[in-house]
């Protein structure tokens, strides 16, 4: 694994922290605003939704009616399922784009960073849907490369704008 390639994620790890503390999982995987949300969903839930009666109950130590906690309880777990589930996903792609870059072979054009960018199946079948050809386009130099432009994150993997210093996405330093 490289300095600069995002570290896989524990997905018992992030359901565990999102059992023991709402939105605590989606944290550890970077997703601050699905964090936020959950929260404020766990939160809204027990302030909304409990009863107040069944809150104190809890708080005392006193077992209350399952019924009264129930709404509670299924957000809480499908907060936890999701980040399961994202972790899961994430780490996932975050294969699928390493054994991609690895198996290249032949020639690769590089960006200033040096770093490889993906080209796209939609970027390569560029004028072919709508029947244009080569002469109608203009010379090559006239034509914008969408490759150029984007780089792939070091620490999220997403496409971002070349032209930034920062990935819009997760707002990490593109300088690696």
Same mark, same amino acid.
């Given at each position: 694994m490289s300095d600069?390639?995002?570290?896989?994620?524990?997905?018992?790890?992030?359901?565990a922290l999102?059992?023991?503390v709402s939105g605590l999982g989606h944290a550890y995987l970077r997703r601050w605003a699905r964090?936020?949300?959950?929260?404020?969903?766990?939160?809204?839930t027990l302030v909304f939704v409990v009863p107040d009666a069944a809150v104190d109950r809890v708080v005392a130590g006193d077992p209350p009616p399952i019924g009264d906690i129930a709404p509670a309880?299924?957000?809480v777990a499908a907060s936890v399922?999701?980040?399961?589930?994202?972790? *899961?996903r994430d780490n996932r792609t975050r294969e699928r784009r390493s054994s991609s870059t690895g198996a290249e072979e032949?020639?690769?054009?590089?960006?200033?960073?040096?770093?490889?960018?993906?080209?796209?199946?939609?970027? *390569?079948a560029e004028g072919t849907e709508t029947g244009e050809?080569?002469?109608?386009?203009?010379?090559p130099e006239a034509v914008s490369d969408p490759v150029e432009d984007e780089v792939s994150c070091p620490h999220c993997g997403r496409d971002t704008d070349a032209t930034l210093?920062?990935?819009?996405?997760?707002?990490?330093?593109?300088?690696?």
């Open positions: 600069h390639e995002p570290s896989r994620r524990r997905p018992w790890l992030a359901a999102a059992l023991l964090a936020f949300g959950w929260y404020v969903l766990v939160t809204a309880l299924v957000v399922v999701d980040a399961y589930v994202l972790a *899961v032949g020639p690769s054009r590089s960006d200033d960073r040096g770093e490889t960018p993906r080209i796209e199946a939609a970027t *390569v050809t080569d002469a109608e386009r203009g010379p210093d920062f990935c819009q996405w997760c707002a990490e330093s593109l300088d690696a």
